[in-house]
């Protein structure tokens, strides 16, 4: 038996994951333990997870390894300090000391933090390792798909230098055959416009997505001014627009004069028109570039199949218009696109490409649904909400299942807490908050009443795998939520000649569809197919709901509020339940009515979190 334990940290979303013998065992991300989003820390308590699930001591794991190389990044840092010289010196001063004290010295760093898991840990063993960035996040892409060859490409903010690269698998092998280095990034344009919109950079990514439909691409000339993209994808940024690589903001004056206004104030200012004319507009530059990186790549390497990975690969949006311009056969993405998924990636490489070691290739994948985290037997789940003095009723599943679709069919808000949990940011039904996608006020009450969060934000559909032809425009499996599709015409309900001249969230209260609440402005959904064999518990609660409502569908949300990870343990969905306006929490076989709960253990969770 061997094993390989994988981590992933100090920039955001720290995580850890464990293989033996190639197979994926366990992974989750730091934040679901400590309750901090994106925590960018050393993940002490994944690795406790993945290690107590593979009933693994520290000094049992045959090779750890890191998903970065630090020096090459601290090579980055100066080179740029240089490079920007005298502009960068303020932001330059600051990061100088935390390098110097901590990252230049991180495999000592690491070797301690390890020593804490298992004192018998002999740190002279030699068995820690360092992948590169990019390759990392590569390796997480193809080597987990059902290809056994593929073009894979990556785009993020940045790794040691590489922003985006394509490379090609096949079988066992991984080479990245081309990259764009720092400053030029994707990422971090998409990021730039991030800070713009007021959004929190490398967390609101996913709000400006979903602003994007309510506008207009109408600022296209002047982000083209800013990054210069050639016909086969490769790009550059005009450096003179931005103060990412020199200062502590994202943009500069010149980039607020390009577009006649300051980046927007959350605290002070509305989102208007503007706004979401410019979430289009970078949108639509992000979707042009991913489309002509995938063109060339299909042209020169003349395979069938496309994996992706990085941040810039959670941009669903995209995805769906490269699956809907047939450029690739096939299109695989990994869950766990972001840094989190660099400890899965950096494993694999490992395994595969350092020791050579055969692949066989699953039809379906080999990420297990990505329910890789924490699960609670019943035993556990009773004795815990005992403890927290909730007041519930055991069923068994059969009842568990017919209660709960039964109440989804009324219009309640259920919070579902199942098996293990889901590694990346998309809850897949372990964690999910679940809606009747039929009630045309669902997205609206979820976001305000449950979430805490802005009303625009779209809700995904979860559906039964075999019913997905017969409601929206795509025929590829997404188990994931990673691809966007168009609802089919016949379920949809055309805007009136009025509708149509409303502006904007004004857009946000038509009823658009026969399933409203997942249907977005555009008419396009991010979808989810549930499929028996992964998660059969999910799949028989969606059945029963069709055989009520003769709707194969239900809306799926992460169970949280806004800036707050993922529910974990039994404690964060009673804790999350008692601070929302949810009207039934299910846990295992338990069934909790939120009116059979004390009144005392009521929270508000309206103001607990940070915004994200």
């Given at each position: 038996m061997s094993s390989i334990l994988g981590i992933s940290a100090f920039y955001h979303d720290s995580a850890a994951c464990l293989l033996i013998?190639?197979?994926?065992?366990a992974a989750a991300q730091e934040e679901r333990f400590t309750r901090v989003k994106h925590d960018s820390n050393y993940p002490e308590n994944a690795v406790n997870f993945v290690l107590n699930y593979a009933k693994l001591k520290l000094n049992e794991v045959d090779q750890i390894i890191f998903f970065e190389k630090p020096f090459l990044k601290f090579e980055r840092l100066l080179e740029t300090y240089v490079a920007f010289a005298p502009k960068g010196f303020v932001s330059f001063s600051k990061a100088m000391p935390v390098w110097i004290k901590d990252k230049l010295f991180q495999k000592n760093l690491l070797l301690n933090k390890l020593k804490k898991h298992d004192k018998n840990y002999?740190?002279?063993?030699?068995?820690?390792?360092?992948?590169?960035?990019?390759?990392?996040?590569?390796?997480s892409a193809f080597y987990p798909s059902p290809f056994k060859e593929a073009v894979v490409i990556t785009a993020d903010g940045v790794g040691e230098w590489a922003t985006t690269t394509v490379a090609v698998g096949r079988e066992n092998t991984l080479e990245i055959k081309k990259e764009i280095h720092f400053p030029h990034s994707l990422?971090?344009?998409?990021?730039?416009?991030?800070?713009?919109?007021?959004?929190?950079?490398?967390?609101?990514?996913?709000?400006l997505m979903g602003l994007?439909?309510?506008?207009?691409?109408?600022?296209?000339?002047?982000?083209?001014?800013?990054?210069?993209?050639?016909?086969?994808?490769?790009?550059?940024l005009n450096q003179s627009y931005f103060s990412y690589a020199t200062g502590l903001t994202m943009t500069n004056s010149k980039f607020n004069?390009?577009?006649?206004?300051?980046?927007?104030?959350?605290?002070?200012?509305?989102?208007t028109q503007f706004h979401m004319d410019i979430a289009s507009s970078i949108q639509k530059i992000t979707e042009d570039v991913m489309m002509k990186l995938a063109r060339s790549a299909r042209k020169e390497y003349g395979l069938k199949n496309l994996c992706l990975a990085g941040g810039v690969a959670l941009n669903c949006v995209a995805n769906g218009k490269i699956l809907k311009e047939k450029i690739f056969e096939?299109?695989?993405v990994q869950p766990a696109a972001g840094d989190a998924g660099g400890a899965l990636g950096a494993a694999l490489a490992l395994w595969y490409i350092d020791q050579g070691n055969k692949r066989n290739v699953n039809a379906n994948d080999d990420m297990c649904g990505s329910y890789l985290g924490p699960e609670y037997t019943q035993d556990e789940i009773e004795k815990e909400l005992i403890r927290l003095g909730a007041n519930f009723k055991k069923l068994n599943e059969e009842e568990i299942i017919f209660e709960t679709s039964n109440d989804l069919s009324k219009g309640e808000a259920i919070g579902w807490f199942q098996g293990r949990m889901e590694f990346g940011p998309r809850a897949l039904g372990g964690r999910s908050i679940l809606g009747d996608?039929?009630?045309?006020?669902?997205?609206?009450?979820?976001n305000l009443k449950v979430k805490y969060r802005e009303s625009f934000r779209p809700f995904a559909p979860s559906i039964l795998a075999e019913e997905l032809g017969n409601w929206f425009n795509i025929t590829s499996n997404s188990p994931y939520m990673l691809l966007v599709s168009e609802v089919k015409k016949d379920k949809c309900i055309p805007m009136t000649d009025d509708e149509k001249k409303l502006f904007g969230i004004e857009k946000l209260n038509i009823k658009r569809s026969e399933v409203p609440a997942i249907t977005h402005v555009d008419y396009s959904a991010r979808i989810q197919t549930v499929h028996e064999n992964t998660n059969p518990k999910y799949y028989k609660l969606i059945k029963k709901f069709k055989e009520i409502t003769g709707c194969p569908i239900l809306v799926n949300t992460s169970f949280n509020v806004r800036g707050e990870p993922i529910v974990n343990t039994p404690e964060d969905a009673f804790n999350c339940f008692m601070g929302t306006e949810l009207d039934k929490l299910i846990i295992g076989n338990c069934y909790l009515n939120k009116k059979d709960q004390n009144k005392s253990l009521k929270k508000d969770y309206s103001k607990e979190f940070k915004l994200d």
């Open positions: 013998d190639g197979k994926i065992i002999d740190k002279n063993k030699e068995n820690l390792f360092f992948s590169d960035h990019h390759l990392s996040h590569a390796a990422g971090l344009l998409y990021s730039a416009f991030t800070y713009y919109l007021g959004f929190k950079v490398n967390s609101g990514e996913y709000k994007a439909p309510y506008g207009k691409p109408n600022y296209i000339d002047q982000i083209l001014k800013i990054i210069d993209i050639k016909e086969d994808g490769s790009f550059r004069n390009l577009f006649g206004q300051k980046p927007r104030n959350p605290k002070l200012e509305k989102l096939n299109i695989w996608p039929r009630s045309p006020n669902m997205q609206k009450n979820l």
